[in-house]
């Protein structure tokens, strides 16, 4: 089994900050690929960054320059997102996601956290 657990999320006012963590635990062999999604009210989920296993990331445009996904380099199952700059419309539930193999030899798959809430205010 594999399990993706959040923290981090919170109220922050406008302007401010919050960082995300993620970390997967259970069965895994090697994760191809984390990222981080979310999903507003009344809207669809949504990629907002993603970080391969060799460090390439990507970002969607609303968050670019203000967001940054990295990767503990001692825990490499472990993910952050810093967040700066936040705003009104980044109010959200951010969920985890690992593409990763359980063991070798195995397809990928992918999996997802519970999510937590963000909330900034006006």
């Known amino acids: 089994q594999v399990q993706l657990v959040e923290s981090g999320g919170g109220l922050v006012q406008a302007g401010g900050s919050l960082r995300l963590s993620c970390a997967a635990s259970g069965t895994i062999f090697s994760i191809s690929a984390m990222a981080w999604y979310r999903q507003a009210p009344g809207k669809q989920r949504e990629l907002v960054a993603r970080i391969s296993s060799g460090g390439s990331t990507n970002y969607a445009d609303s968050v670019k320059g203000r967001f940054t996904i990295s990767r503990d380099n001692n825990a490499k199952n472990t993910m952050y997102m810093q967040m700066n700059s936040l705003n009104t419309e980044d109010t959200a539930v951010y969920y985890c996601?690992?593409?990763?193999?359980?063991?070798?030899?195995?397809?990928?798959?992918?999996?997802w956290g519970q999510g937590t809430q963000v909330t900034v205010s006006s």
């Open positions: 996601a690992a593409t990763l193999w359980v063991t070798l030899g195995a397809r990928l798959n992918d999996y």
